[in-house]
């Protein structure tokens, strides 16, 4: 797996592996299953993890500590603090006080079995907590070698320039896709103003751009079914870009998840996307997406193509989109 670097050294593989599915929001969960497609994924060469404290709450973290206790692989683990809920609760705050954050992070600590955690996400920005005193805990964990990397996820630019101020951000998280580009407009240029790495989240819009769920039928438990992109009406105005993709993966002898997942790695070598996935299969997918090449005429017409094909929706509920771009 070719490498990448997040920030000024944060060296990871250039596709990592989103871990939230194994424990909820995309239906059932199978820990024995998840262990394999992880142990897996680490024999392909990836070897950044992401996880979050509230996926689960906690579920998720002590799934990945299970991995670690049982490899040796150098895996990079990133995960997240400031969403807060309560077991078998949807509902959420959000605290982002450096006394939190450290009680959070020894928490991560515990439930992933490590002494250090290698790049530690704001997971959603409380706006009325000042960024300069949750990045102020942050340095603090940092000098005391409880983590190595800070990153904030969903952030306007100005925020990220306040929290770079003071101390180095080495990644910010968002969703970036083909039919999710609001990044390319501030927060993308500013990372690269300021020298920060990108991490795209949802880089397959959460399955729609491989061809699946286009009539939008989902397991119990798919919190995709309660998303404004995902209803009737949106689905149909969106099935154009599937549908193009489909048909540019098909004539160049890929998968449509590989030639989305090229198209990210293409906008720039600061991008590290992370896909997520419970199945073997859709994992060699997507690690194969990192040996894709897209000519100059393919991305001009990929460009021309969604061009055409607005997107119908927003990509969270209205209560969802609050907590973006803050």
Same mark, same amino acid.
């Given at each position: ?169 080495? =990644?910010?998280? %968002? ?6 580009? +609001?990044? $390319? !407009?501030?927060? @993308? ?100 997406? =990192?040996?894709? %090449? ?6 001009? +017409?990929? $460009? !021309?193509?969604? @061009? ?19």
């Amino acid at each position: 797996m070719l490498k990448r670097t997040l920030g000024t050294d944060l060296h990871v593989s250039a596709i990592g592996l989103g871990c939230m599915g194994m424990s909820e929001f995309y239906g059932p969960r199978d820990d024995e299953v998840s262990l394999r497609v992880l142990h897996e994924a680490a024999e392909l060469g990836i070897d950044f993890f992401d996880t979050s404290d509230m996926y689960g709450p906690h579920h998720n973290e002590e799934l990945i500590g299970t991995f670690l206790k049982s490899s040796k692989a150098p895996v990079k683990v990133a995960t997240k603090f400031g969403i807060v809920r309560a077991p078998g609760d949807y509902r959420r705050s959000l605290d982002n006080r450096p006394d939190y954050a450290r009680a959070a992070c020894e928490g991560s600590l515990r439930r992933l079995g490590v002494e250090q955690i290698d790049l530690y996400y704001v997971h959603r920005v409380a706006a009325e907590q000042p960024i300069e005193e949750t990045m102020e805990g942050l340095a603090a964990l940092i000098r005391e070698g409880k983590i190595a990397q800070i990153g904030l996820c969903e952030v306007s630019a100005e925020t990220l320039r306040r929290a770079h101020a003071v101390h180095p951000v080495s =990644a910010v998280q %968002t969703e970036y896709s083909l039919w999710t580009r +609001e990044p $390319e !407009t501030e927060i @993308l240029p500013t990372c690269r103003a300021l020298s920060v790495g990108f991490v795209p989240y949802s880089p397959l819009g959460r399955g729609f751009l491989t061809g699946r769920f286009q009539d939008g039928a989902f397991e119990e438990g798919d919190f995709r079914a309660s998303l404004p992109r995902f209803q009737k009406t949106a689905l149909q105005a969106n099935r154009g870009i599937a549908d193009l993709i489909a048909m540019m993966a098909a004539r160049k002898g890929i998968t449509p998840a590989q030639l989305a997942l090229a198209w990210l790695l293409a906008q720039g070598d600061d991008i590290v996307p992370i896909p997520g996935t419970k199945r073997s299969s859709n994992l060699h997918d997507n690690v194969a997406a =990192a040996e894709v %090449t897209l000519s100059e005429d393919e991305m001009a +017409e990929i $460009e !021309t193509g969604l @061009l055409a094909r607005p997107v119908t929706g927003e990509r969270y509920t209205a209560e969802g989109m609050k907590g973006v771009n803050v």
